[in-house]
């Protein structure tokens, strides 16, 4: 059976985990000084869930791209905050385990469009 990628319920619950994640961050109450100084310049790109809800991944972004390695070692310190928060504000029998990584997507993106621009031009 091959891979055919997370279901609606997988995408609809990891959109909101991304939204109440977002509005965690707005609200910066943080004891941590790292996340309350960061907290108004981090967005959260995109939230994968397990199969089994059980499990979360909350892809991280630093305006400025600045601090990373420290600012996500103290979301991940502070996940069980985040779980508590996300408890109350969505309907869910379990609130997922979070874990929060960097978001290399666009970073990615600007290798990959910065190789096709160093492509030699095709004679017409």
Known sequence: MSNIGPSQRQLRVGEELRHALSQTLRRGHFHDEVLFNAAPNLSVTE????????NATAYMMVLGGQGLDQIIPALNDAAGYFQREIA??????????LRFVV???FENAAKIES???SLPKASE
């Open 115 to 117: 190789l096709l621009r």
């Open 88 to 97: 109350h504000q969505m309907k869910m029998r379990f609130t997922p385990k």
């Open 47 to 54: 939230v994968r869930i397990s199969p089994d809800l059980k």
């Open 103 to 105: 978001d290399e997507s």
